[in-house]
């Protein structure tokens, strides 16, 4: 699916969201300004937004961006080029609940709207907190379903149809936006997921809310008795 859209990804991205989808993106990475971390892995790192914009803000040496999704690697490895960041930034086909790295690699982890889609969540939370080294953070940025009586109605409306008729009509993809709707209402969120974290080993966990409650930022640390460690 996300092969099939690759070639309008981005754009429906800023079209959907009105472009509040890049401050999302700055607000989550932003969460690692005080770690500095030389070395970050992107988990379905997709067109490589999050990559791209990590090394902008961060500088770190080297980010390594993982996805399954061919399409959308070839896309981001374009963006990278036209950058000039081929020697910071690099992009593997890579499963996330499988990741091709030792123990203790990374000091950051970061993954933006991809959780929802792990096969197993746990395990995908799992390998990324083996490769994190002690002391090293995960940040996850991920859709969420707003609290507000007053604005539920609205995002509702939004996201049952304008958002997949929008998605058909430009993607030409039926399944792929109705999807974005499902796998949405169907995922964990808020403490639900701080929970999750907690269970699978991750410490200092605590999230944010953006854009009343549209978006949330989810972080995690790996202490120096968790797993891999």
């Given at each position: 699916m996300f092969n099939r859209i690759a070639f309008r990804y981005d754009f429906l991205n800023r079209f959907l969201s009105g472009g509040i989808d890049i401050w999302w993106r700055k607000k989550a990475?932003?969460?690692l300004k005080e770690l500095e971390p030389k070395f970050i892995l992107d988990v379905a790192t997709g067109t490589a937004d999050v990559a791209i914009m990590s090394y902008k803000q961060l500088k770190p040496e080297k980010i390594i961006g993982i996805d399954i999704s061919q399409g959308m690697l070839d896309l981001g490895k374009r963006k990278i080029?036209?950058?000039?960041?081929?020697?910071?930034?690099e992009l593997q086909r890579g499963d996330s609940e499988t990741i091709n790295f030792k123990d203790n690699t990374f000091d950051a982890v970061t993954v933006a709207f991809g959780?929802?889609?792990f096969e197993n969540l746990q395990k995908g939370l799992k390998e990324m907190l083996r490769v994190l080294k002690p002391e090293g953070k995960l940040v996850v940025l991920e859709f969420s379903k707003p609290k507000q009586k007053a604005?539920?109605?609205i995002y509702s409306l939004y996201m049952n149809t304008v958002a997949p008729g929008v998605g058909k009509f430009i993607s030409r993809d039926s399944n792929a936006y109705q999807y974005l709707n499902d796998s949405v209402k169907a995922f964990p969120?808020?403490?639900?997921?701080?929970?999750?974290l907690d269970n699978t080993g991750y410490t200092q966990t605590y999230f944010k809310t953006l854009s009343l409650g549209i978006c949330t930022i989810y972080c995690g640390k790996k202490g120096n008795n968790s797993p891999g460690s």
């Open positions: 990475i932003s969460e080029a036209k950058l000039l960041l081929n020697d910071h930034i959780v929802r889609n604005f539920k109605g969120e808020g403490k639900d997921l701080l929970s999750i």
